[in-house]
């Protein structure tokens, strides 16, 4: 009698996977951003689509890749619209040089790791593609994934919600209020200029 819950929850993530304990949907859309706007190891953009509102990435690292790649360690600083933050692990961002300071990205998994808001205890993978302009500073990416939500406080409160690295969430633990006019303005400035297009 002590086993039904854990033994029917066994059954359910067996036959179901994560979409037992939570909501998992397809995902995907575009990001836009600008190097150097801080510093120059930054960008700062937006993202449209499901994930939609403001995204910066610092990059931590760069390395020579095979087959004459160049490989990016980077770190996401991810604010949707509503003004939940979407916490991202580490990422490996490959390109490959197809013009002078022009490269195509080849390979750039994402994988989010939580959350807070709606994506306090999400779980997801994205699959990036698109260019990376360091003659004009630009970069245009798009995205595609899944994403699975907690579906109650419970399922939210009993997951994982700070990022998966306690030295990065210390780094990037930034007050929403601080973040939200920034979101603010980046979208309001990139809708123009989209819509200029």
Partial sequence: MHFTKPVLAAILFLCLGLSAFGQCVHVGGGIITNVGVISADRTLGTA???????????IVSQSAGPGGTTVLTVHHFWVTESGD???????????????????????????????????????????????????????ALRYTGRVCFATSDDDKDAAAVT?????????VAVPAEQLRPVSNVMLARERRRLAQL
């Fill in 85 to 139: 933050t979407i916490f991202v692990d580490p990422a490996q961002l490959t390109a490959k040089l197809v013009a002078p300071n022009l490269f195509a990205v080849v390979t750039y998994p994402v994988s989010i790791s939580g959350g807070t808001g709606k994506f306090k205890g999400a779980t997801g993978k994205l699959k990036v593609i698109g260019e990376v302009d360091f003659n004009d500073g630009q970069v």
């Fill in 48 to 58: 449209t689509g499901d994930l939609s509102g403001a995204i910066g990435v610092q």
């Fill in 163 to 171: 990022h998966s690295d306690a030295g990065v969430a210390a780094k």
